[in-house]
């Protein structure tokens, strides 16, 4: 059977990111077929947005959709696609959402494979613009890449062919971009909270640190004591830090990690 | 005497603060009169924008201006100040725009002391809204902090009477907010660059990390293989690392720090 055009669209897991992408998909035109999820809930809370049937149970995931888009934990894809595969009733394409778990986690269990990751942090309080979200695409042929490509094409401006290897990179990347970035905001809320001043006063500096960047190497954008080799500030820093011996390392070894750039820099 | 409301306002420093500071405090109606520099050109610039008078040489400094913004180096403020009272040729308020240097700085050696500290990361290539930017406030004097206060009103909508007690933490809590969130981001760009992939396609999950906070506990948004407690995924990430000793180390324990705040979170 071969697919021309993907008209419809299944979903394993109701979490962060399939509540993202099922009403992106719907709005562009997608019929959204089968939503299944063990939170039986959340599978009735995204049906009802995007017309979708809910269900527990993987079983129902049928040839009435002609791609399944898995939006679960990294660590069940396998057993979820050897259980589908199983199954038998389902022939389509299946495409996974992870930025770390590689093309053969389905493709080893699975006739034709793919990834659909988008590279964006999916909470319930977020609501980041879909059509600015990179979606990275791999395909275990020309004809799935071609056919995942227009669906994201669909969602997105960012539409760009990335290898599981480089995938795997990117993801690496983002831990430090994202969830690293997080806990720097996590820390200074920390440290502000003992001052009473209220920690929203950091906001419009954390978002200005973000804006600035543009395409510019964040490198040549470094400000502060360690960049300029400020040892009093640094030594400063450390004693208000007493008492804190993670955040003593942590603020000198990325103070050191920070000089270490900058002489590579100039160079 | 006694000033009742700050009017002429000459700057000590041509840099990225007072780049910003002095063109926003024209356009507010105030009059710029002496700039300083030791480097001329940069004066000079800055005169231009703002209708002031550029100099290299301090003592042109004088009583035509109702305040003195110090927008210097950190370690040259008392210095400055202690050379500034010796000339004997200002008698109003002199202010500095430090994050780090306690009001002693400047009150040890001179009368009428404040603080004027703009929260946020000032650069060449940013523009950041001053309207938005947080003025710390700080006086010697209930009069002092009422003047300063009344000028950080007339460009900014966010001005607050912060401590030097309070300020030195803020200034620690923004060099993690800032100084090393850019370096996470200087990480991110150098890992991705050796994927082949252009580091601007990790622009939106920045933004988004960073837009996400309004308010919200940092801490309580965190997302990724450390929060999650997924240490296949981390394994994979250090491995990824090999070679890069310090970067392993930086994942490692910031990854930890992400599981203590966590377990915190649930207490």
Same mark, same amino acid.
């Given at each position: 059977m071969a697919?021309?055009? $993907?008209r419809?669209?299944?979903?394993?897991?109701?979490? &962060?990111v399939?509540?993202?992408l099922?009403?992106a998909?719907? &709005?562009?035109?997608?019929?959204?077929?089968h939503?299944?999820s063990?939170?039986?809930? +959340?599978?009735?809370?995204?049906?009802?947005?995007?017309?979708?049937i809910? #269900?527990?149970?993987?079983?129902? $995931?049928d040839?009435s959709?002609?791609?399944?888009l898995?939006?679960?934990s990294?660590?069940a $894809?396998?057993? /979820?696609?050897?259980?589908?595969?199983?199954?038998?009733?389902?022939?389509g394409?299946v495409?996974?959402t992870?930025? #770390?778990?590689?093309?053969?986690?389905?493709?080893?269990?699975?006739?034709?494979a793919?990834?659909?990751?988008?590279?964006q942090? /999916?909470?319930?309080?977020?609501?980041p613009?879909i +059509?600015?979200?990179?979606f990275?695409?791999?395909?275990?042929?020309?004809?799935?890449?071609?056919?995942l490509?227009?669906?994201?094409? +669909?969602?997105?401006?960012?539409? =760009?062919?990335i290898?599981s290897?480089?995938?795997?990179?990117?993801?690496? #990347?983002?831990?430090?971009?994202c969830?690293?970035?997080?806990?720097?905001?996590?820390?200074?809320?920390?440290?502000i909270?003992k001052?009473?001043?209220?920690?929203?006063?950091?906001l419009?500096l954390?978002?200005?640190?973000?804006k600035?960047l543009?395409g510019?190497?964040?490198?040549?954008?470094q400000?502060?004591p360690?960049?300029?080799?400020?040892?009093?500030?640094?030594?400063?820093? *450390? =004693?208000?830090?007493?008492?804190?011996a993670e955040?003593?390392q942590i603020?000198?070894?990325?103070?050191?990690?920070?000089? +270490?750039?900058?002489?590579? *820099?100039?160079?």
């Open positions: 697919i021309t055009e $993907i419809t669209i299944s979903f394993a897991g109701a979490g &962060n399939a509540t993202h099922a009403p998909l719907a &709005n562009a035109g997608y019929g959204i077929r939503i299944v063990r939170t039986a809930g +959340r599978a009735e809370k995204l049906a009802q947005l995007t017309g979708g809910p #269900s527990a149970d993987p079983s129902v $995931i040839d959709a002609d791609l399944l898995l939006a679960i990294d660590h $894809i396998p057993g /979820f696609v050897a259980g589908l595969k199983a199954l038998g009733r389902f022939h394409i495409a996974h992870s930025g #770390s778990q590689p093309l053969s986690a389905i493709s080893q269990h699975f006739g034709r793919g990834i659909f990751y988008p590279l942090t /999916f909470s319930k309080i977020s609501n613009d +059509r600015r979200v990179p990275c695409i791999e395909g275990d042929s020309d004809e799935t890449t071609t056919l490509s227009a669906v994201a094409a +669909r969602v997105s401006d960012d539409v =760009r062919l290898s290897e480089q995938r795997a990179i990117l993801h690496l #990347s983002a831990v430090f971009a969830n690293f970035t997080n806990h720097m905001y996590a820390i200074a809320s920390r440290l909270e001052s009473g001043v209220a920690p929203d006063i950091l419009p954390i978002d200005e640190t973000a600035r543009q510019q190497d964040p490198a040549l954008l400000t502060g360690a960049v300029r080799g400020d040892v009093s500030t640094i030594e400063k820093h *450390l =004693r208000m830090l007493e008492g804190e955040l003593q603020y000198t070894m990325l103070s050191e990690n920070i000089r +270490r750039y900058n002489d590579e *820099l100039k160079r």
